[in-house]
């Protein structure tokens, strides 16, 4: 920024004309192409992974301190200042606080089971106690008997082990399950 505006300053007379055969300098050039490398660099950051982006709000704050640049560069400093207060303020808001479907997390959690129509109530009821959505699934029900679930959900948090260990002892008709994250 401090380059686009000051560094161009002999393309002009004290009275604004230009010189002879600078048509076509524009000293704004060098500012604009921070928008261009800022762009590529926040497209760089933000993932998509099985239905879920992750970093956006780290894009968002390349963009913002981008702008903070340039408007110190420009010598706006009481608009720099604020704008900095501002970012700092909504990342610790941000951080404290789950906003948003980026802030959940993922678990891919399957299950064979012999009782398939009352374990379906079950798990329900459990996803519903653990505050998880199903954003997927799968249910195959084979000649044995046996059912398959093969789930997707989402929460606040991870589901741990602990927590899926104690699901499968209250329910005998659990045969085999596994969780995973998503990441």
Not at 46 to 52: A, E, H, Q, R, V
Request: with cysteine; proline share 1%; glycine share 10%.
């Amino acid at each position: 920024m401090i380059v686009s505006k000051y560094g161009f300053a002999d393309l002009t007379m004290a009275d604004g004309s230009s010189f002879s055969g600078t048509r076509g300098a524009d000293p704004a050039r060098v500012a604009a192409q921070v928008v261009s490398g800022i762009s590529f660099l926040c497209a760089g950051v933000i993932f998509k992974n099985s239905g879920t982006v992750k970093g956006l709000t780290t894009a968002a704050g390349l963009w913002f301190t981008a702008g903070i640049g340039l408007t110190t560069g420009a010598g706006l400093f009481l608009i720099a200042f604020v704008a900095t207060l501002l970012v700092c303020l909504l990342q610790i808001l941000m951080h404290r606080y789950a906003v948003g479907a980026d802030a959940y997390a993922a678990n891919r959690l399957q299950f064979t089971v012999k009782n398939g129509f009352e374990f379906n109530r079950s798990l329900t009821e459990q996803l519903d106690a653990w505050g998880a959505q199903v954003t997927e699934s799968r249910i195959d029900r084979s000649k044995d008997g046996t059912t398959e679930y093969d789930l997707t959900v989402r929460r606040r948090e991870e589901i741990s082990y602990e927590e899926m260990k104690a699901f499968m002892e209250a329910h005998e008709e659990i045969l085999r399950a596994s969780n995973s994250p998503i990441r």
